[in-house]
């Protein structure tokens, strides 16, 4: 865990969540979440600038030695809506009173910031050793989904299995889910497991294999998928993109519950409704897209035809313009593209025409 430099001694004061499961496990935390057992906006002010307040919270944002630090009152929550973000029930509450709501016994742990003692109340460093994940009651994955992604995505990064309890509870879900709740917080958690990029047990598509075959992708569609057969995850180290997420979520082909930005909805519509055939019908569809509809293609239809486009095809390129086809005396019109598309035929068959060459074919669709 990063040291900042907190001098406190109310021993009020915990490392929470995350940060205190990475720090014993030697990983690095991004997140420096801080509760206090009381009220966290009076109380935490005093360590560095107020950055931002959240009353409604119990939440203040403070810069401490440079780094950003949220101090959160320690809180219960009620979940009024099954499934979407809970509301604050009540705030400055007992420490352990707070660690209940949370998902996993691995994310319940607290740490002093005073004396740095482990404080454990659901047993989360035993799961912690054995690589346990852990719900802490029944009805963790009605009152929060999103909980099942965020399990698919701990045991990606850390090789941690469900316990045999938290699987049952897990399935139950998966056969009688409600899908009124949260798509904003659904794309969060499919973003944080499949398009990370950070230090992990499992790789992407052990996940993905996971998310298919155990159902958890049945909480984004109520359509059955099936488990395309490419391996998904050599195909992004192969074609790095942006996007990497998609690429996965995208082979559900419905995707129209989760929020879409207007960049990510372009590439799952761009993904060629059908098979492709012949190098001029491929080069046409993929020209003006994203790769990642390319490696949907590849994934859902033909995973040979989206690398032979995105290794050979694209870096063909014609070099003849329409300045080229105005000097040779072609007044401009719409015969341009047809033009341009009778010369990309021939240099797709033949790779190595000259810059000549091309004009020769040029001439030869004029005059024919
Ligand atoms: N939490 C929860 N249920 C959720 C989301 C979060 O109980 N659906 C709790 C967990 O205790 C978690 C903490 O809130 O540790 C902080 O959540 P978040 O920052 O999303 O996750 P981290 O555990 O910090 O993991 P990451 O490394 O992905 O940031």
Redesign the pocket.
Known sequence: MDIIKINDTSNKLYYI???V??FLLNRE???I?ITYAGNAIEYCARFGDVLQINPDFGTIKVLVDGREVDFASTRTEKYEKKGHLPQVDRLGVSLKEDVL???FTI??LAMSVSTGEIVDYTGGVEDLNNGILRVLHDRSFID?P??II?GL?FAMRFGFDLDEHTKNLQDEYLANINYDMSYA?VKKELI?TFGYSGKMARGLQWAYDRFINDGIYRLVTPDEVENPSVNIENLIMDYPVEHQWLVFAGTLRDLSRLPLTRTEQKIVDDVPACGLSGDFEIYKAFEHVRTESILLYGILYDEYTARRYLDVLKHIKITVNGEDLKELGFPPSQEYSKCFDFVLKEKLKNPYITRDDELILVKKYYSE
Do not use: C, Q
Request: hydrophobic share 15%.
């Open positions: 969540g995350g940060i499961r990475d935390s991004l997140d979440d709501r949370r998902d994310n319940a929060d999103t909980r965020r995505k917080r944080e």
